[in-house]
């Protein structure tokens, strides 16, 4: 029996060889002719090849062209690079897409009451109502309405994502997404349970993962264009409240995630669910950070002194990837779905997070972040987070896993901050008050410093020289350099753009105004020119396994004596101990980088989109009366828009350095004008106001 079974194999063996050999010399010659046809295409004038989803779609140049305009997108060649990590071509178009806070709801449902969080009427809600049901209160449209307090509809969602990838999908690089993917559990009747998040979760990253994937493989991990998720404050149960992992919590985002996590940080991501990912290999890559760890509201944090703390060991990542970043000469963005602000970090972790930012300006592009639902900026100031470290004296930058000096956060403090984390999902109410803050304690304070630097700023003083340089011969002094003298030590203009970087806050697809996202165009020009190898430094698998346990020996370590609070103090007898969660000052030899000169990966040029759904309801219905089905209606009455550009009038940005986001602060300080467009764009053309 065993003799006839071996003598069976052996034929069945050959025939598949053969067949093999034959599907094999089948698959080279169509893809030879393909890629025949590919060359013959690209010598066609006046043609180009875009990737739009699922079909690839071939327009005149003249047709593309009109495309992007329409678009609001600037017209220019895409550039082809080799990919060093799998030496296959890639088409760049100096693009990215930021989308966040999409807020899906299953519970939605078309024409339900309004007041009702747009959920359908229960007994429960009518007995919360005093047994009234006032159905002359405005009912739920089947894609939502602004600044009704109602989450998305999933229609909203699905219309929103088929829109992106039937119209913007062929033009950009890549994807930035940070988080809110889960309905708010705003609503008592129907309190939100961990397997939903999970679900909802799942559902989402699937939509982002058949989008954006490549077509033509069947690697999952292959995409054309690359996406990174970052976790929202209510992808999370309890909302807000996230503890250093492992944790169940952790395990479930990284199977969610899985396609879009690099493996080799699988690791590192199960305990805090930051990572790096490489979206141009070794050119640019985008971090995302989980802010949950540097949020006041999350009520299982306290600070980032304290070595047990989750978020002093994400700064601890931080840093040293950073660091890493800047040894290969890459570029990074960063991301996370709070922004970086004191209004919502803790002060130790906000202080030092920004000092980060700072220091590391030579790399960092810029940072984008979610949660907010409003469309604006906030310049921080890195020399302010460092002299306000600088000022804890007993400390003398030495922490350790023992460090109460910074009390837990006041409870009021979280009481406070987590009060305002659940009026985000809620009807607006006092964000003209909150603009105006902006206004008073950040562009106010930049226009004074600005001011006072023009006023101490110079032309050269001739006479001055001349008696400065008396003994100097004259014919010696021609040719000299005259430099502007500033008087005192007030700093110059360009000390202050230096020490600032811009936290960029954007509009969201849940209509707390009108649903809207953004298109970042940056400066490709010349990415072939450099000369990249890998040879010099270790695959990223190496470095993350080394990283880990460099992380773990630095959590680990304690004082020779034993007593841990000697290293906080200083005592005699005590080791001091420098606390690497505060980096060192930038080396003098690193140049200003993207964000503030202009050069490969400076952002030139943002395009802000927005869903008019006042409009688009009232299209809708319209085209059902006029016989249209509702699939019909709604893709037909379903459409984005341009809002604005970041060049447009009144106050136009000729590129997106951070000198051009501190004159238009200024601006927006001196005309009372721009100002109130300024808001009108915050809040999304919604004609939202607190009258």
Request: charged share 30%; with cysteine; net charge negative.
């Amino acid at each position: 029996m065993a003799v006839r079974k071996e003598v069976q194999k052996r034929p069945i063996m050959k025939t598949r060889s053969k067949r093999k050999n034959t599907i094999l010399l089948g698959s080279l010659i169509v893809s030879l002719c393909g890629l025949y046809t590919f060359l013959q295409l690209d010598k066609l004038p006046n043609f180009k090849t875009i990737d739009a989803g699922k079909n690839n779609t071939e327009l005149p140049l003249g047709q593309l062209d009109n495309k992007l305009i329409e678009l609001g997108l600037t017209t220019r060649d895409p550039i082809n690079i080799r990919n060093i990590r799998t030496n296959s071509q890639r088409r760049l178009h100096g693009r990215f897409l930021h989308i966040t806070d999409i807020h899906p709801d299953r519970f939605y449902e078309e024409n339900a009451p309004i007041k009702n969080l747009c959920h359908p009427d229960t007994e429960e809600s009518n007995l919360q109502n005093g047994g009234k049901n006032d159905w002359s209160s405005s009912l739920a449209p089947r894609f939502g309405k602004a600044m009704s307090g109602c989450d998305a509809s999933v229609d909203l969602m699905e219309y929103t994502l088929k829109w992106i990838n039937e119209t913007l999908r062929g033009h950009i690089d890549f994807v930035i997404w940070t988080g809110d993917n889960i309905r708010h559990d705003n609503d008592r009747q129907i309190p939100r349970t961990e397997s939903q998040i999970f679900e909802m979760n799942e559902i989402v990253s699937g939509k982002f993962r058949d989008i954006f994937e490549n077509k033509r493989t069947a690697d999952p991990r292959d995409f054309d264009i690359e996406v990174v998720p970052s976790l929202g404050n209510n992808d999370v149960f309890p909302h807000n409240m996230f503890s250093l992992g492992p944790t169940l919590q952790t395990r479930e985002m990284f199977k969610i995630w899985d396609v879009f996590i690099p493996q080799e940080q699988r690791r590192w991501f199960d305990r805090g669910v930051t990572y790096l990912k490489e979206v141009i290999p070794g050119k640019l890559a985008v971090i995302s950070i989980n802010t949950l760890y540097l949020y006041k509201a999350n009520p299982l944090v306290d600070n980032c002194n304290s070595k047990k703390e989750p978020g002093y060991q994400l700064l601890l990542w931080l840093g040293y990837t950073l660091e890493e970043l800047r040894q290969r000469n890459m570029k990074v963005w960063l991301s996370g779905h709070v922004p970086p602000i004191p209004k919502n970090f803790d002060k130790s972790c906000y202080d030092k997070f920004t000092l980060w930012t700072h220091e590391y300006r030579d790399i960092i592009v810029g940072g984008v972040y979610g949660h907010m639902n409003m469309d604006h900026f906030i310049p921080i100031d890195g020399e302010k987070a460092r002299r306000d470290l600088e000022s804890l004296k007993d400390e003398n930058f030495w922490f350790d896993e023992l460090n109460e000096k910074q009390q837990p956060l006041d409870i009021y403090q979280y009481a406070e901050a987590a009060s305002e984390a659940h009026l985000m999902g809620a009807k607006p109410v006092n964000k003209v008050s909150y603009m105006n803050t902006v206004k008073e304690e950040y562009y106010e304070g930049i226009q004074k410093e600005l001011e006072l630097a023009s006023s101490t700023e110079n032309p050269f003083d001739e006479d001055q020289e001349e008696n400065t340089n008396s003994d100097i011969p004259a014919d010696a002094m021609k040719g000299k350099k005259k430099h502007k003298k500033k008087k005192g030590n007030k700093p110059t203009k360009d000390e202050i753009y230096e020490k600032y970087s811009i936290v960029n806050i954007a509009g969201s697809v849940i209509p707390t105004f009108n649903p809207s996202f953004r298109i970042w165009e940056y400066n490709i020009s010349g990415i072939n020119n450099e000369v990249l190898t890998t040879e010099d430094y270790k695959p990223w698998d190496d470095f993350f396994a080394d990283l880990e346990i460099k992380i773990d020996n630095e959590l680990s370590s304690s004082d020779s004596s034993g007593n841990s609070m000697n290293i906080m103090k200083g005592k005699k007898g005590g080791r001091k101990k420098p606390d690497k969660t505060i980096p060192k000052k930038k080396p003098a030899e690193c140049p200003l980088g993207p964000a503030y000169t202009e050069q490969l990966f400076s952002p030139t040029k943002f395009i802000e989109y927005y869903a008019d759904l006042e409009q688009i309801n009232k299209n809708y219905l319209s085209l059902l009366k006029d016989g249209k089905n509702k699939d019909e209606a709604a893709a037909e009455a379903f459409k984005f828009q341009v809002e604005y550009t970041s060049d447009d009038k009144p106050y136009s940005m000729k590129s997106l350095l951070v000198k051009d986001y501190l004159n238009v602060a200024v601006e927006l300080c001196d005309d009372s004008t721009e100002w109130t467009k300024f808001l009108d764009r915050a809040f999304i053309s919604s004609g939202y106001s607190e009258e």
